[in-house]
């Protein structure tokens, strides 16, 4: 396992050195090689500097999560166009992460997430997500490009579609390599579903 130089660290950075290291062993090992013990070290302090920032795994777990919905949130605002365009431009993000970081996307939704209601700053950052994805049904209805359906119920319907889809392709049930074009294609679908008469 790589570690990183050890170097002081003022308070704000440690922390976020740690979520950095704990993030990078997700990716190397999964969530199996996710300790507070192995980030301490990955970042080149000792485990007990640690949990100065950490109470323990599970805040570290929370912190790590909330660091993929930011970024799942920074690639999805990226999106642009018109608003049919950008909701569709979301959808493709959100499939793109997925895609490009299989372990955290599993970590951001698997079993092992800690309570949302202990560890606030993981909800706070999928609600982030929602919002945007929010944000884009609504200029997509005042457009006139969708009905106008409730917000809530539309935003959670292209959640529990784009995560059905993001499972499908982590579970190896539908070819990666063609994510983009299912992402387009289930997108255009519920679309067509929701498309103002």
């Keep these: 396992m790589a570690t990183l ?4 660290h003022d308070r704000g950075d440690l922390r976020a050195s740690l979520v950095t290291a704990a993030r990078a062993l997700v990716v190397a090992e999964d969530t199996e090689g996710l300790t507070l013990r192995k980030a301490a070290a990955a970042a080149g302090v000792s485990h007990t500097a640690a949990y100065r920032h950490f109470a323990d795994e599970a ?3 929370a912190a790590v999560v909330a660091r993929g919905f930011d ?3 920074a690639a999805a605002e990226a999106a642009s166009g018109g608003p049919l365009d950008r909701l569709h431009g979301i959808g493709r993000a959100y499939v793109e992460f997925a895609v490009a970081n ?3 996307y599993r970590l951001m939704f698997g079993g092992e997430v800690p309570r949302r ?5 993981p909800a706070a950052a999928e609600q982030r997500v929602h919002g945007l994805m929010s944000s884009a049904i609504v200029d997509a209805q005042a457009s006139g490009e969708l009905a106008g359906h ?3 119920d539309v935003t959670v319907l292209m959640a529990c579609v784009l995560h059905g889809l993001c499972s499908l392709l982590l579970s190896g049930q539908l070819p990666v390599a063609r994510s983009a074009d299912l992402a387009d294609t289930v997108m255009a679908l519920v679309d067509a579903g929701l498309a103002a008469r």
């Design 59 to 61: 805040a570290l777990v």
């Design 71 to 73: 970024e799942l949130h």
């Design 117 to 121: 209601d202990v560890h606030a700053e």
């Design 5 to 8: 130089p050890r170097r002081p």
């Design 150 to 152: 409730d917000v809530a």
């Design 102 to 104: 299989p372990s955290l």
